[in-house]
């Protein structure tokens, strides 16, 4: 299990945040990524894996119509 | 065209952006006058909207109608109204009292007209009285000269009457930039939804462009008045005409943001290239694009009217679309050469100024059609006939919702009303332009739609209830509020009714989850309605605000205030006016305002609790189908956060649990909200809160003693 934006996740092995977003739908641009705490660039989606229990945050920066 | 009036002004210099008189016109008695504008006056409302309801407040009565004599359209700029160093400055904001339920409607726009209406001497406009005969206003700002003229003008749509009127005035192809003109179209003398285009003069298409006061109905007083158009001219405008107090901190601000346009913009939300139609694909992949009357979020055909579509196949692309000078972000985009199909401008080519995502998604998704063109020629027609385009598309949804329930009938309307009938909503625009057929009932509006089917055809008044997506007259905006309850409250506890320019909170609260607690939303509802009433007061645009962001945003504590452009916003108040405000200040200037825009609502009878309850579809789904198609997400609700045992439950009952959920949750939400805003349980501000604010004022205080 892990927490997305303080929301329970099953955890999956193998899932990185590119997977992660490309699950979630989450095609908005701009979005900042955290994990524990530490901001994830974009260049390192593909190759940071998500881990049983960790604290995802995947901010979308959209606050207006 | 004969004058029937002329008035001569002197000018007065522009200190710190106010020129500190306003000018008023009785078209009555065609008396034209100059207000002075007291420190008091600028103090408690600043200007735009502030002006706007303080002078509309006192020249009605709690008995005044949309049709008295004595409403006014006010239109103000606002002190930073004008400056052309920083994006976004160039808006203006129409106030009256509108015909969908009498009380205060507030309207943004772009368009030349209310910085130009300033630089020729005068913060706000205020239009009252009604002409014998059509008259057109002429405003010359360099002249020093304001005339009435009985316009002699047959033409009525606004395309071609911003065209004439601006060849008409202009004395040579040079001087049309420096005008703008206001007028509404057909369908102001039959719809409560007609809107006002403000135009600018595009001087590298060598077109009149137009712009929206869309919401709210105020195109159906102007007419009602009697105004063809208003017209202005004033030549000369540039960057330091506002007078500013420090020009080098409006210069820096805009510097700034220039640069982060440039680099940013293509790799966030592409303004430049399709302005906020960015978002078309966007809302449905996170299932809030209102589909078929806002039952669903999403819908398989979305690809044929995805942002793409339009980018590559109709809108002009590499080329400035500014709606006033120095706006980097450019968004207003538009398809040129456009083929119109049906109608009186059918064979004709013509530039359609959008879509922009309201309308792609009022004018599309939400009436069930994926047609590209279609979602054109009918922004065309909304926008030349003087339509609304987000009404138009919520009250076609609910028509067809209805005549998919059998509400009417074929027979009743003449028209096959399912979701998607391009036909049927192509002839419905034109009924509602000439005031004939079904579209003249559609046209008045969902308020009003919703009695007529009760009392004709015998329509179920909770269906129509629960259905009709209006509060307090006016119709949703086009985001699916179902699955935020910070939304709801963005749309349902606000002053002028469902129109998402107070808070647009889905993304904060329903994906990112940083508003859990019903405090946390009170305090987003809270902050985003009174920062987003500011720009109303100053002069601004909102979309420059958080339509790109800049690099230091995700080291911020809270990024979705965006609090390097909030400093933005700070340095250029404070360098063109010389104050020296703070963001919490200017938070207070907006809650001075708003809670007058609230009093003013319970002044006219409209702004109570009662009157901040939202269609249940706005909170869940009314309909088996709505229920189904998003089964587990509405199960684990029940089961996980309610505590419902779904063994065996059909869905009505697991739809009657949830149902009665939701709207508790609601409830909560509206307590905590009035809480943080100091309003009593019955959403009435308090006497204590006016004090705070220095409120208190005699006339204020008398309406809410009487409601406490
Ligand atoms: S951001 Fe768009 S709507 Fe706002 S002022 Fe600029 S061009 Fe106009």
Redesign the pocket.
Known sequence: MFYLNNREEEFQEKLTVTKLIELKKYTYKKKIVKINDEFINPDEYSTTFIEDGDDVKILHLLAGG | MKILKEYKYDFTEIIHGYNNRSLKINLSDMKIESKQISEEMKQKFVGGKGFGLRYLWDAVTPETKWNSPENEIVISSGPVGGITQY??S??SIVVTLTPLNDTPMDSNV?GHFGPLLKFSGWDALELQGKADKEVIVYIDGNEGIIKIMESNIETIDSHILSEELTEMFAKDETDKRNYSIVSTGSAARYSNVAMLNFTFYDVKRKKVRLKQAGRGGIGRVFNDKGIKALVIKYEGVKSDLNNPANISKINRAGIRFHKEMNRYDDEQNGMRKI?TANIVEVMNDYDLLPTHNFKFGSHKDIAKIESKVFIEKYITQNIY????HG?S????KAADDFKIKTGPYAGHKVIVDGPEYENAAALGSNIGVFCPETILELNFYCDTYGIDTISFGTMVAFAMECYENKVFTKEDTGLDLSFGNIDSALELIHQIADGRGFGKIVGMGIKFMKKYFIENFDADPKFMFDIGMEQKGLEFSEYMPKESLAQQGGYGLTNKGPQHDEAWLIFMDMVNNQIPTFEDKAEALHYFPMFRTWFGLVGL?K??WNDVTPHSNKYSKEPAKMPEHVQNYVDIYNGVTGKNVKIDDMIEESERVYNFQRIFNIRMGYGKRTNDKIPYRSMGPVTIEEYLSREDRYDKQLKEIVGYNLTNKSTEEKMAVLREYRESQYEKLTDAVYKRRGWSKDGVPTIEKLKELGMDLPELVDIVSRHL
């Open positions: 994006p976004g160039g808006k772009g302005g679309d500014g709606c006033w706006c972000m450019s968004c207003a645009c979309l420059p």
